[in-house]
């Protein structure tokens, strides 16, 4: 013990901020075995949800779990594959379009696959079950946040570019001291959003059903789905305080002390704004078992970072440069051949899928069924457009007068995450209610329960967006005494235009993926369905007509990659030659 002391230069004496730290840890282990113990827990035929009020608590333990291990996935896959994408000029439109799909496509069209699939991997135990859960709240998390990283590495300032170049930082290096650091205050915004995104497919990944089978887990969004098919409103009620209370949690443990902490990257030299306070910090900042911890770490790093130069410059000094340069002659053609050979294997792949799906199209598919999904897809393309317009309406100035001012941003940015976090399907009852006693139709209403679960993504990029401001341009703005509707003109609106396009794209991901729970709702003994993609993507799975399934999906992708090429490359095209504080 003496030793691990030594090594760590741990203080003789805790304060009281260790004492929280470790009763913070033994939570965690506590949270961690209950979940470990579910998750091991032999798959049953028939999953009992137990209405109690006693069993929300665990089972809203089991639903964060599920959600925070979707974020870890989800933050991996942003860096490594937004790193590739902004780096890499030969298949950035590629992995670009890629993206704009997959945040497109409705995951109840692969959901029945993927469970499927994990039961068959793990049939003796819950764990299949989970993951599948898992990785369904990583499709509604994942995308915004990919977004708002790959944007952030484009929009860094040339001169620090050239700074990092200069000082011969690797890659991992400018990762680690440009890149990150120049995106956290997106990244962190877009997480919250994220998460909230995560949210909104709780229910469907928790209460799943298929094919008679019963694949329901534990937790908040199986407890809500059952407490709505009975018609049991104190279990609804239940749910979202249980639902609220997590949301407050997340926001005072984690979200206010990383929006806190990231203020410190803002790419400024001068800023007067206050940084808040929040407990989770003073307790990190006061615990010495911590503070220990990461001098130990600083001291191991710098001493990796020094061997590391050292055995660099001893190499530069005995590199051969022409053996270097053949060596690099060899490799060259070698790395042509396996791409081309690569491209030949993909480009094959995908004109036989191709192929096939010409087949079954034009065999399953009648034209009448064709005309159907192409006027379906122009109607809900027109509620998408309507939710961005109307979202954008009120979304861009609350979000510029929340991220340009610390005082709002600290009082308003819980009620936002508080808001945002509610899974909108929780809500869809309500508005139905309401549209059948003001006599509006699902067609038009669809609209506004599309708006509940995406206007939230411009909300969060354009805060996050108004936050990057520099303050001293907000000085120079004020100390001239521009008119407001100037200082709009020629500061707000220009500096936060690649934000409003990040959550403009965004947003239209998750209305296209939000249409097949806002145009098909089901509710007690009643179903109301609108003309749209959605509605119709919904009833061809209920009904098993996987071939129409296909065709909309099918659609609908070709209508995103028109969007995407036509649309939102070139509106951030604009953003990035037009717009960008490096210019």
Same mark, same amino acid.
């Given at each position: &013990?003496?030793?691990?002391?030594?090594?760590?230069?741990?203080?003789?004496?805790?304060? %009281?901020?260790?004492?929280? =730290?470790?009763?913070?840890?033994?939570?965690?282990?506590?949270?961690?075995?209950?979940?470990?113990?579910?998750? !091991?827990?032999?798959?049953?035929?028939?999953?009992?949800?137990?209405?109690?009020?006693? %069993?929300?608590?665990?089972?809203?333990?089991?639903?964060?779990?599920?959600?925070?291990?979707?974020?870890?996935?989800?933050?991996?896959?942003?860096?490594?594959?937004? %790193?590739?994408?902004?780096?890499?000029?030969?298949?950035?439109?590629?992995?670009?379009?890629?993206?704009?799909?997959?945040?497109?496509?409705?995951?109840?069209?692969?959901?029945?696959?993927? =469970?499927?699939?994990?039961?068959?991997?793990?049939?003796?135990?819950?764990?299949?079950?989970?993951?599948?859960?898992?990785?369904?709240?990583?499709?509604?998390?994942?995308?915004?946040?990919?977004?708002?990283?790959?944007?952030?590495?484009?929009?860094?300032?040339?001169?620090?570019?050239?700074?990092?170049?200069?000082?011969?930082?690797?890659? *991992?290096?400018?990762?680690?001291?440009?890149?990150?650091?120049?995106?956290?205050?997106?990244?962190?915004? +877009?997480?919250? &959003?994220?998460?909230?995104?995560?949210?909104?497919?709780?229910?469907?990944?928790?209460?799943?059903?298929? $094919?008679?089978?019963?694949?329901?887990?534990? $937790?908040?969004?199986?407890?809500?789905?059952?407490?709505?098919?009975?018609?049991?409103?104190?279990? &609804?009620?239940?749910?979202?305080?249980? &639902?609220?209370?997590?949301?407050?949690?997340?926001? *005072?443990?984690?979200?206010?002390?990383?929006?806190?902490?990231?203020?410190?990257?803002?790419?400024?030299?001068?800023?007067?704004?206050?940084?808040?306070?929040?407990?989770?910090?003073?307790?990190?900042?006061?615990?010495?078992?911590?503070?220990?911890?990461?001098?130990?770490?600083?001291?191991?790093?710098? @001493? /990796?970072?020094?061997?590391?130069?050292?055995?660099?410059?001893?190499?530069?000094?005995?590199?051969?440069?022409?053996?270097?340069?053949?060596?690099?002659?060899?490799?060259?053609?070698?790395? /042509?051949?396996?791409?081309?050979?690569?491209?030949?294997?993909?480009?094959?792949?995908?004109?036989?899928?191709?192929?096939?799906?010409?087949?079954?199209?034009?065999?399953?598919?009648?034209?009448?069924?064709?005309?159907?999904?192409?006027?379906?897809?122009?109607?809900?393309?027109?509620?998408?457009?309507?939710?961005?317009?109307?979202?954008?309406?009120?979304?861009?100035?609350?979000?510029?007068?929340?991220?340009?001012?610390?005082?709002?941003?600290?009082?308003?940015?819980?009620? =936002?995450?508080?808001?945002?976090?509610?899974?909108?399907?929780?809500?869809?009852?309500?508005?139905?209610?309401?549209?059948?006693?003001?006599?509006?139709?699902?067609?038009?209403?669809?609209?506004?329960?599309?708006?509940?679960?995406?206007?939230?993504?411009?909300?969060?990029?354009?805060?996050? $967006?108004?936050?990057?401001?520099?303050?001293?341009?907000?000085?120079?703005?004020? !100390?001239?005494?521009?008119?407001?509707?100037?200082?709009?003109?020629?500061?707000?609106?220009?500096?936060?235009?690649?934000?409003?396009?990040?959550?403009?794209?965004? @947003?239209?991901? $998750?209305?296209?993926?939000?249409?097949?729970?806002?145009?098909?709702?089901?509710?007690?003994?009643?179903?109301?369905?609108?003309?749209?993609?959605?509605?119709?993507?919904?009833? @061809?799975? +209920? !009904?098993?007509?996987?071939?129409?399934?296909? @065709?909309?999906?099918?659609?609908?992708?070709?209508?995103?990659?028109?969007? +995407?090429?036509?649309?939102? *490359?070139?509106?951030?095209?604009?953003?990035?030659?037009?717009?960008?504080?490096?210019?």
């Amino acid at each position: &013990m003496s030793f691990v002391r030594d090594a760590l230069s741990l203080p003789r004496r805790l304060s %009281y901020a260790d004492l929280v =730290v470790f009763g913070i840890l033994g939570g965690v282990i506590y949270w961690l075995l209950l979940v470990s113990r579910e998750w !091991s827990q032999a798959l049953q035929p028939h999953t009992v949800i137990h209405s109690e009020f006693i %069993y929300l608590p665990i089972y809203t333990l089991y639903s964060l779990a599920r959600g925070l291990g979707a974020y870890v996935i989800s933050l991996l896959f942003t860096i490594a594959y937004g %790193y590739i994408m902004a780096h890499s000029k030969r298949s950035e439109k590629f992995m670009l379009s890629l993206l704009d799909i997959l945040q497109s496509v409705p995951i109840v069209a692969f959901l029945p696959m993927l =469970v499927l699939v994990f039961v068959t991997l793990f049939p003796h135990a819950n764990f299949g079950l989970e993951i599948a859960s898992v990785i369904t709240i990583f499709t509604g998390q994942v995308w915004n946040m990919t977004f708002a990283f790959y944007h952030s590495i484009k929009s860094i300032p040339q001169d620090l570019q050239d700074a990092s170049q200069s000082y011969h930082l690797s890659k *991992r290096a400018t990762l680690w001291r440009l890149e990150l650091p120049a995106s956290a205050i997106p990244l962190i915004w +877009n997480s919250m &959003m994220s998460m909230a995104g995560g949210w909104f497919f709780l229910s469907l990944s928790e209460a799943f059903q298929y $094919g008679g089978k019963d694949f329901r887990l534990p $937790g908040i969004g199986s407890y809500m789905a059952m407490a709505v098919d009975q018609g049991n409103v104190p279990g &609804m009620i239940g749910a979202v305080i249980a &639902m609220g209370l997590m949301i407050v949690f997340l926001d *005072r443990v984690l979200w206010k002390p990383l929006v806190i902490w990231s203020r410190k990257f803002r790419v400024e030299e001068l800023s007067n704004e206050p940084e808040g306070k929040s407990f989770i910090l003073t307790i990190v900042q006061r615990s010495e078992l911590i503070q220990s911890i990461n001098r130990w770490f600083v001291r191991r790093r710098r @001493a /990796k970072v020094g061997d590391s130069k050292a055995a660099y410059l001893a190499a530069r000094e005995s590199l051969n440069r022409e053996a270097f340069e053949q060596k690099v002659e060899l490799e060259s053609p070698l790395r /042509k051949a396996a791409g081309i050979a690569l491209m030949v294997i993909v480009l094959g792949l995908l004109a036989y899928g191709i192929f096939r799906l010409y087949i079954v199209f034009t065999q399953e598919v009648t034209g009448a069924e064709w005309l159907t999904i192409v006027t379906d897809s122009l109607l809900t393309l027109l509620r998408v457009i309507a939710a961005l317009l109307i979202g954008a309406a009120w979304a861009v100035p609350l979000g510029v007068i929340i991220g340009m001012n610390a005082r709002w941003s600290h009082r308003l940015q819980p009620v =936002v995450q508080f808001m945002s976090s509610f899974p909108a399907p929780m809500f869809f009852p309500v508005f139905i209610l309401l549209f059948r006693a003001w006599g509006i139709s699902i067609e038009y209403g669809a609209i506004v329960l599309m708006l509940l679960g995406t206007q939230w993504y411009l909300l969060f990029n354009v805060i996050a $967006g108004a936050s990057a401001i520099p303050t001293d341009l907000q000085e120079m703005f004020r !100390s001239y005494k521009i008119p407001r509707a100037s200082l709009w003109k020629k500061l707000l609106l220009p500096a936060i235009f690649p934000a409003v396009v990040t959550g403009a794209i965004t @947003a239209a991901g $998750g209305a296209w993926n939000a249409s097949i729970v806002a145009e098909f709702v089901a509710y007690g003994h009643e179903t109301f369905a609108a003309h749209g993609i959605g509605a119709l993507l919904s009833s @061809a799975y +209920n !009904s098993g007509n996987y071939t129409l399934l296909g @065709a909309g999906i099918f659609a609908l992708c070709l209508m995103v990659i028109c969007l +995407n090429k036509f649309v939102w *490359r070139k509106l951030f095209a604009i953003a990035q030659d037009r717009f960008a504080l490096n210019n």
